[in-house]
């Protein structure tokens, strides 16, 4: 009975430490499930629509966070068709979930608001979106260890 009470009390050690110690490979991961989101995205969102979308470009390090939520709260607007509606609301959702940033920040530096940015057409701004997260998996991949 000790033994088992023992395994569960290591399983949950681990189980807690673990996620903490691979966080840059999940980060790593999200990203590049995200840019397939993205991928998916340009045959669901209708390009027709003319509201235009602040669209962030040239991001400094310490704002990428900020940036990303731009990214991710912009009022993309589906296609009419039924079909392609249902498949946009599933990769919306899957946009919209946190990425494991990472490490905390303590100090909240100045950023530009969404608002500030370009507005851009939703197919451009799919293309931005693509553009900051391969720039961000390049950038987590050969930094200095």
Known sequence: MERTFIYCLVIIFFGTVAPKQSSPIRRQTRMIQLLQIVEQLKT???????????????????????????????????????????????????????????EARKTNPKCPSCDSFKKKPPLEFLGNLRSFLQKMIYEQHHRPR
Not at 45 to 74: G, I, M, R, Y
Request: glycine residues 0%.
């Open 44 to 102: 669901c969102v209708n390009d027709t629509d003319p509201v235009l979308l602040s669209t962030p470009e040239n991001v400094e390090k310490h704002c990428e966070e900020s940036a990303f939520k731009c990214f991710q709260e912009a009022p993309l607007k589906p296609l009419n068709n039924e079909e392609k509606k249902m498949r946009f609301d599933v990769l919306i959702k899957q946009l919209r979930r946190k990425l494991p940033w990472r």
